[in-house]
Structures are given as structure tokens and as C-alpha cells.
């Protein structure tokens, strides 16, 4: 089991590359700038900034504002450590804004107001921070339960280790719910280890040949699922793949999220390669699938219309990282596309806040011929269109 000094310098690299990142793009931001002969960016805004960030981010500001407003050039300030924030030009009279003042005074209004979790407080930055520190114990803990299973520890201490990480699991399950959070599981699979609960079949995933992959068999126990349905699945994948060049290497089925139907997953191999496999949520009634997507779609609240669109979405987010080699291109990529969240292309990416399901929902309306905006389909020929065939 790796050390925790260990863990901290790799953790501490990571953040110095995405500073880096965030950096070299405000570079690039100031240099179109000047070709477009403006003095004025816009600054990105995303959910659950910390509260320093939160004053100016999604607003427009001069060059010098951003030093003295924003605090560009900072440790504490706008692309200093940990922060994800960037900048474009803009061109005033030409350029339109993102978001609007009230839009981005009443989301204020909202992150700031707290939720309460087992008797403490917490605003929208403090649950997501509490989020990732809840997966960084879960990953160490599914480690030693790894390291026990090698060691051929004692079955009871395997138990035990694996009972705690199960309420690890499950207390996070509970938090997310109260404030209103997104589960990101992915930032736990990512070890590769998958699951490692009691009660349940450790697995490895092991890689398909993509050419041959099928929905497994074990499909069958979710209910309302038959043959047909299957071969639905199977040919909604096809399609995409006869569009595109997508890496996918399996299909599972697992316990999702409440009114989840499919899931991308990135998981490693044995080499520490990164994989994807498409999930199915083993909870769903496939009977009713097809009219909740329909309902979804008129409210607005997906831009999904069939079960292809939602396989779509999913495609989309493999396609978007499957040439990250390892976990850490992986997590360099995620860190950037994260910051990509495009407002107003359906209610679920807009509640998520996050560049990637904006991406995703986008590249569905894409696929559909549907208008999106010009940054959105930018976006897709940058991380998407280069897999068409």
C-alpha cells in the first residue's frame, strides 16, 4: 500500500499540471485578445467555486480587472493553485454575454445558502469538497481491502474492511442526496479495482474485443428487459459505431443512481490502461424506459429522445477521453472539459454545472440536427468529431 507522503506528492503534481493548464490558456485568451484588439474577457463561471471565486466569476472584465478585481497573477486568484477557472476574449457590441448578472446574483444566492447533514451546515463549495474527500477515503479504503485479499489476510479482516468501505459508500450515497449532489463514482472506479463491496462478486473488467461486444446475458434480470429490448441496446451501439470510432470495451450491468438507464465508466486494466465500459442500471423497468425518456425529452429536462440519444450521451463521454492513456491524462482532461459547462442546453446538464454532461447533452442535439450554440458545436469538433469516420 502506497504511503501517504506518496499520495501527496502525486497529488500535488496533479495540481501543479492543471494550474499549469489554466495558465497557459489565459496566455493564449490575451493573446487573441490583442489580434481581436480588445482589452476585455469574459471569465467562465462553474458550480460550487469557492467563495472568493464567486464575486467575479461569469462576468466580463477588462485586462487590468483581472488583476485587480480577480486577482490574476495570485496563488489565492484566477488561475492560481486549484483554481479552474479561465478566460476569453470579448469584443463589447459584438460579443454576448454567457450568463447574465441576475443569472449569476440568484445562483450566488442559491450556492450560499446551506444544507444540513447529520447536524452541520454546508454551502454548495463545502459539499462538494466534503464529496471529493469522501472518494479519497473510499479509494484508500478499497487499497487495503486489495492489499489484505493479496496478503492472504484473514477472511474475517477482509469482511470487516470490506463492511467499512460499504457504509463509506453508502454514507456518501446519503450526503449526496441531502445537498442535492451528483454521486461521481467514476472518481472512485477509476483504481480499477470496481467493486469491492460485501455480498457481491469482486470482478476485474476484463477487455472485449469491441468488434464482438454484446449486452451480457445477466441483462435479463433487470426488469421489463427481453430479447428484443437487448437487441435494441445492441443496435443503438452499432449505429454509433458505424459513425464513429469508439473505444468501448464493455458492457455491464450495476447498481446506478435513482432514474439513471445507462453510464459510461472508466475503469483500468491489469496494465493500468484506460478502459470504458457502458453500464445499465440493474434497477431500471425497462418497461417504462421509453416513455419517462419521451416525458424527459418534452420537459426539456434531457435533450434525449430515444434510447440511441441516451447511449449517445454516454458514447459521447467515452469518446471525449478515450485517447487519455492512464488515470492521470484522464483526470488532466476531465479537469479541463469540466470547466466547459455550456448553460442552457437542457435542465439536467444545467443542474449538473459540469463541462462534461454539457458536452454530452449538446453532441445529442448535434446528432439530431437540433440548434446548439456555436461554442457547443466548437466543443464537439474539438473532443468528438475527430473520432468520425
Known sequence: ???????????????????????LSG????????????????????????????????????????????????????????????????????????????????????ESEPTEFRGKEYTLYEAKQRQRQMETAMRAQREKVQMLQDGDADPNDVMLAKCKYQGQLDEYARFSKQMGLKQERERIYIDGRWRVAPGRIDKKLNVVNTMKISVPRDAYKIK???SEAKHEIEAAINNLKKEYDIRLDLIEVAKMEVGDIFGAAPYLDDRGKL?????????????????????RYDKGCFAGKS???????????????????NEAEFRTRQRIVERQ?????SQYADKTGKGEESLAEAFVCYRNKEKIPIRAELLIRSYIERWKK
Open 275 to 295: 478502459r470504458f465500459a457502458l453500464v445499465i442500471n440493474e434497477d431500471i423497468d425497462y418497461n417504462v424506459v421509453k416513455k419517462k425518456i419521451q416525458r
Open 341 to 345: 459547462f455550456m448553460q442552457g442546453i
Open 27 to 110: 496566455k493564449i485568451a490575451e493573446y487573441n485578445a490583442e489580434k481581436l484588439g480588445t482589452e476585455y474577457f469574459e471569465v467562465e463561471w462553474h458550480a460550487g467555486a469557492r467563495p472568493t471565486h464567486t464575486i467575479w466569476q461569469g462576468r466580463v472584465w477588462s485586462q487590468q480587472q483581472l488583476y485587480d478585481v480577480c486577482g490574476l497573477g495570485t496563488v489565492i486568484g484566477l488561475c492560481g493553485a486549484n483554481c479552474y477557472h479561465t478566460y476569453f476574449p470579448f469584443v463589447p457590441g459584438v460579443s454576448v454575454r454567457t450568463y447574465t448578472d441576475d443569472w449569476l446574483d440568484e445562483q450566488n444566492w442559491k
Open 224 to 226: 421489463g428487459m427481453t
Open 307 to 325: 434510447i440511441e440519444d441516451y447511449i449517445a450521451h454516454e458514447m459521447a463521454h467515452i469518446m471525449t477521453y478515450q485517447d487519455c492513456k
Open 1 to 23: 500500500m502506497r504511503n501517504d507522503y506518496a499520495n501527496r506528492i502525486e497529488v500535488a503534481a496533479r495540481r501543479a499540471v492543471m494550474t499549469g493548464l489554466t495558465q
